[in-house]
């Protein structure tokens, strides 16, 4: 289970690594799935044609043995609340990354969104964040391979979920698409940045309010990773009467708290 002081680090800090919390074995598993879908070869780079190659989700045995490792159950429950989070079987789509001089085109500082607009429901660029973070408990970033700082880690702005809770308040349910928070982002450069480096079988459990961004892999190994989100049944309340508030909604209260005293 997650210490005091993880727990602690999640809600200053907006994220908690697990690691070990899969088996490497499971890892690897995943791995030769992932390489045969990507149609290049582990062992001839010149098979790797581009920056990014994008997987669409697999349900396959390694994927699901992954989510619901044991300690990540016990992590979802001690971060969004016992029954307050979806159980999930697979682990999204897979942004595969592979050493290139050539931009990715998708390395900006974002948030993810995590509910549909007004448009279409497979119109991603509408989709949009709120106060109670409808639809989504946590970002999660799940290595399937080892990833050191020159792998293409994700880069995290410590601590910048806070910052995000007071700029979302008064758009209330609506809430915000990614690129309605541009200005949001840049007023986080001063924060300081973290890498989501690690072992096969580590996993970075996130606030879903954290600001944070791919990068090119310039001269680093091929990436797999998977990012998708834990779901919320509900969305998160922030004037519970009994205050059973969960870590998640701690942070966004915090934030606010921090907001309202600048």
């Known amino acids: 289970m997650l210490t005091d002081a993880q727990l602690a680090a999640f809600t200053t800090e907006g994220f908690v690594k697990v690691e070990r919390a899969f088996s490497v074995e499971t890892a690897a598993a995943g791995r030769e799935i992932l390489w045969r879908a990507t149609g290049c070869d582990p062992d001839d780079p010149s098979t790797w044609h581009s920056p990014v190659v994008r997987l669409r989700d697999h349900a396959e045995e390694p994927f699901?043995?992954?989510?619901?490792?044991?300690?990540?159950?016990?992590?979802?429950?001690?971060?969004?609340?016992?029954?307050?989070?979806?159980?999930?079987?697979?682990l999204g789509s897979w942004p595969i990354r592979f050493p290139s001089p050539e931009s990715p085109g998708?390395?900006?500082?974002?948030?993810?969104?995590?509910?549909?607009?007004?448009?279409?429901?497979?119109?991603?660029?509408?989709?949009?964040?709120?106060?109670?973070?409808?639809?989504?408990?946590?970002?999660?970033?799940?290595?399937?391979?080892?990833?050191?700082?020159?792998?293409?880690?994700?880069?995290?702005?410590?601590?910048?979920?806070?910052?995000?809770?007071?700029?979302?308040?008064?758009?209330?349910?609506?809430g915000a698409t990614m690129f309605d928070l541009q200005d949001f982002y840049s007023a986080t450069d001063d924060l300081p940045e973290a890498l989501a480096t690690g072992g096969a079988g580590d996993v970075y459990l996130c606030h879903p309010f954290l600001v944070h961004a791919a990068q090119p892999n310039r001269t680093g190994r091929p990436r797999f990773m998977a990012q998708p989100p834990l779901l919320l049944r509900e969305p998160c309340v922030l004037n519970r009467p009994d205050g059973a508030y969960s870590p998640v909604e701690q942070a966004i209260r915090r934030g606010l708290e921090l907001g309202a005293a600048r």
């Open 106 to 174: 998708d390395d900006g500082w974002h948030v993810d969104v995590s509910f549909p607009g007004d448009a279409a429901r497979d119109d991603y660029l509408s989709w949009r964040v709120n106060i109670h973070s409808k639809g989504r408990a946590l970002l999660m970033l799940f290595l399937f391979s080892d990833i050191g700082a020159e792998d293409a880690p994700t880069r995290i702005r410590v601590g910048s979920h806070l910052r995000l809770a007071p700029v979302l308040e008064p758009l209330g349910e609506e």
């Open 64 to 90: 699901a043995r992954a989510v619901t490792a044991p300690p990540l159950l016990e992590a979802f429950d001690q971060l969004a609340g016992p029954g307050r989070w979806l159980p999930r079987k697979t």
